[in-house]
């Protein structure tokens, strides 16, 4: 496991879904001595009626994580996230040796007798279920980023609660497609801070826009995606926002 955890919220199977996720991971990732994916599927027990957890069972549910990491996590099983979905909470894991998953899995939920589990492994050299399945989109990686740094700003001493200029960065591999970018970006009430061409240091060409915004957690995501949209839209990439501290 590394130190960079982080979660995001997206619909699986038309159901909310919350992944918890070792973003770290994909940097080393697959890992050719640890070829097969297991996991453990855990049956909450009080989940609120949207089928995610709830308060009254975060306690137990960090218990029973706890538990399972400090039991099953070594040197040949390594811990990568968890999906909470539709009323169940998935950990998953990759592991070099399958055939004795089961039972030290039942090993340690002898301490949790009141849950009901399953638990199983399959074949995956390529990680397929950490990439495709619990590593986020670009699009979710973005809102993911969106609050790192609203919590930044929080941890300076912003209340995220007055309006102020946000600039936002954006790459392109030509000046059409920036152009097109910055065109439909107007429309939506952003400006022009800045446009730079290819020089020595740098062989793309990139747009700085601002927009009087808040950068409040709860919508942020609507200031940030539609222009990471449109810079995917015209095959460019957007580079994330940055605020000055207002408090």
């Known amino acids: 496991?590394?130190?960079?955890?982080?979660?995001?919220?997206?619909?699986?199977?038309?159901?909310?879904?919350?992944?918890y996720v070792d973003l770290g991971a994909h940097d080393f990732a697959p890992n050719p001595k640890?070829?097969?994916?297991?996991?453990?599927?855990l049956h909450m027990r009080e989940p609120r009626d949207d089928g995610l957890s709830s308060r009254a069972e975060f306690d137990a549910l960090v218990s029973v994580e706890d538990a399972l990491t400090a039991s099953l996590v070594n040197v040949e099983t390594q811990y990568v996230g968890r999906c909470t979905t539709d009323s169940c909470r998935d950990f998953f894991f990759y592991v070099s040796h399958p055939q004795a998953w089961s039972s030290?899995?039942?090993?340690?939920?002898?301490?949790?007798d009141c849950y009901k589990?399953?638990?199983?492994?399959?074949?995956?050299?390529?990680?397929?279920?950490?990439?495709?399945?619990?590593?986020?989109?670009?699009?979710?990686?973005?809102t993911i980023e969106n609050r790192r740094v609203c919590e930044a700003l929080k941890r300076n001493g912003d209340k995220l609660s007055e309006p102020r200029e946000i600039d936002h960065w954006a790459y392109f591999a030509d000046a059409k497609s920036l152009t097109a970018y910055v065109e439909e970006a107007l429309q939506l009430g952003f400006k022009v801070r800045a446009i730079s061409a290819?020089?020595?240091?740098?062989?793309?060409?990139?747009?700085?826009?601002?927009?009087?915004?808040?950068?409040?957690?709860?919508?942020?995501?609507?200031?940030?995606l539609p222009l990471f949209n449109l810079a995917a839209k015209n095959g460019g990439e957007y580079d994330g926002w940055e605020s000055i501290v207002v408090s």
């Open 1 to 19: 496991m590394t130190d960079d955890w982080d979660f995001y919220f997206l619909q699986v199977d038309d159901k909310p879904a919350s992944i």
């Open 117 to 142: 589990y399953e638990a199983d492994t399959r074949e995956e050299p390529d990680w397929s279920s950490y990439f495709s399945y619990l590593y986020p989109s670009d699009a979710d990686r973005q």
């Open 104 to 112: 030290r899995v039942a090993a340690c939920m002898l301490s949790f």
């Open 198 to 224: 290819p020089d020595d240091t740098r062989d793309n060409h990139s747009a700085q826009l601002w927009r009087s915004d808040i950068p409040a957690l709860n919508s942020i995501d609507d200031v940030t």
């Open 34 to 41: 640890l070829p097969h994916m297991a996991y453990v599927r």
